[in-house]
């Protein structure tokens, strides 16, 4: 879903809380689009080797060439990428909403976490 203020966003994160459910949802930021992925509330992480396979799938995905940070992989995939919970930036509410779909493939599958 996208969601335009903290209002709309904090009923997503409810609703995902109460359904068990991870969060994977689209706002528009300041330079175009977010996609913010969360797990916090479910007591659970990505594994490492989750975490590695999507930054390598978001970072393939982009059709544009940046320098990438030896540590934390962030400029590489044009956000954050963490255990827990990220934010990636897309232009477009049409790219935004196709890496989010990406992102849910790894998020939502329970053999991804820990």
């Not at 975490?51 to 059709?63: E, I, N, Y």
Request: aromatic content about 6%; hydrophobic content about 35%.
């Amino acid at each position: 879903p996208v969601y335009e203020t903290r209002a709309e966003g904090q009923a997503l994160w409810e609703r995902c809380a109460d359904r068990g459910l991870p969060v994977v949802a689209v706002r528009e930021g300041e330079r175009g689009y977010v996609v913010r992925y969360d797990l916090g509330h479910l007591d659970a992480e990505l594994s490492e080797s989750a975490l590695r396979d999507l930054r390598d799938h978001v970072r393939s995905a982009r059709s544009y060439a940046v320098r990438v940070d030896p540590l934390s992989g962030t400029e590489a995939v044009g956000g954050e990428t963490g255990h827990v919970a990220g934010d990636l930036h897309a232009p477009t509410e049409r790219d935004a909403r196709e890496l989010a779909s990406r992102v849910s493939a790894f998020v939502f599958d329970e053999s991804n976490r820990v």
